[in-house]
């Protein structure tokens, strides 16, 4: 079965750090852009950044400066480690797999940002 599954979140105060990672099966990494979105309830899932098969980056001006994304093909896993962390951070980060037709999600992580 073809899935990606998103592992890493937590509880974290405010200005802590945060590494999720995405592991996909049965699907090779290379071939795709991999990006991370978020979701609060009752919100529409938002973008938050992405990374092409090439290894450029591209994230939202929320989260600029403060996450990256990276990837090890190898592997078949992208990360993204967050820094500064605030409670607008507060939501459920989903993995997307993107390209030749495939749009691929995972489950999803809680991130929870509190004191």
């Known amino acids: 079965q073809v899935q990606l599954v998103e592992s890493g979140g937590g509880l974290v105060q405010p200005g802590g750090s945060l590494r999720l990672s995405c592991a996909g099966s049965?699907?090779?990494?290379?071939?795709?852009?991999m990006g991370w979105y978020r979701q609060v309830p009752g919100k529409q899932r938002e973008w938050v950044a992405q990374?092409?098969?090439?290894?450029?980056?591209n994230y939202a001006e929320s989260v600029k400066g403060r996450f990256t994304i990276s990837r090890d093909d190898a592997k078949n896993t992208v990360y993204l480690q967050m820094n500064s962390l605030k409670p607008e951070d507060t939501a459920v980060y989903y993995c997307n797999a993107n390209g030749d037709g495939l749009d691929l999600w995972g489950q999803g992580t809680q991130v929870t940002v509190s004191s």
């Open positions: 990374i092409t098969k090439g290894g450029s980056t």
């Open positions: 049965r699907i090779i990494f290379r071939f795709y852009t």
